[in-house]
């Protein structure tokens, strides 16, 4: 699987996950190791991940938030959360699918090849659907090929992933664990 394709799959599995959130929970409060907001909130949540979808074109066509960011005060969400975050999206899909990557992603936090930034974009999204699904009662597993992509793209470097705060402590696995659990528990991320 390209690193374009692990983003798609987990971009994938944080769409099926969102689609299946309740409204009613949106004022929920969440861990607060998931946001640099005090306090945040489902809709919190919610809201960093439009923002960030609504940005894949111009990371992908290697533009910084540093040249201007038009979502930075906008209501990416209104009414219809669901409905916003799907349509944004399908935006980010089509512009991944298209192929036209530029060479460097520039993220806030410094410049990395594209397959390295894939990575962080696809890690991003398929644990946050992962600790979502987990957190409010949502079936959800992350897919055979997502473990086979995250083994090949980011296990290898999750030590060093480890140590800017990425991943948790690594977990001992149990001795009869599947291949999804022997990758959540290496990256720290397993819950019963």
């Keep these: 699987m390209s ?5 798609l799959h987990s971009d994938a ?6 689609d299946q959130l309740d409204p009613a929970d949106f004022s929920t409060p969440v861990p607060p190791e998931w946001s640099q907001h005090e306090a945040p909130t489902l809709r919190d949540i919610l809201g960093r991940h439009a923002y960030d979808e609504a940005w894949i074109p111009d990371v992908i066509a290697g533009r910084a938030a540093a040249d201007g960011d038009p979502f930075a005060d906008a209501d990416l969400l209104g009414d219809d959360p669901i409905a916003a975050y799907d349509a944004l999206n399908d935006t980010a899909t089509a512009a991944v699918q298209k192929g036209d990557i530029a060479e460097t992603f520039h993220f806030t936090y410094g410049d990395y090849p594209a397959a390295e930034g894939f990575a962080h974009l696809a890690t991003y999204r398929a644990f ?3 600790s979502i699904a987990k957190h409010f009662g949502i079936p959800f597993h992350l897919s055979p090929d997502l473990v086979d992509g995250f083994n090949e793209h980011v296990t ?3 030590d060093e992933w480890r140590q800017w705060g990425v991943f948790p402590p690594a977990i001992d696995s149990p001795a009869d664990a599947d291949d999804e659990t022997r990758l959540l528990c290496t990256l720290g991320f397993w819950m019963r």
């Design 13 to 18: 599995a944080l769409r099926e996950v969102v």
């Design 3 to 7: 690193p374009a394709e692990l983003f």
């Design 128 to 130: 946050q659907a992962y």
């Design 156 to 158: 290898p470097h999750a």
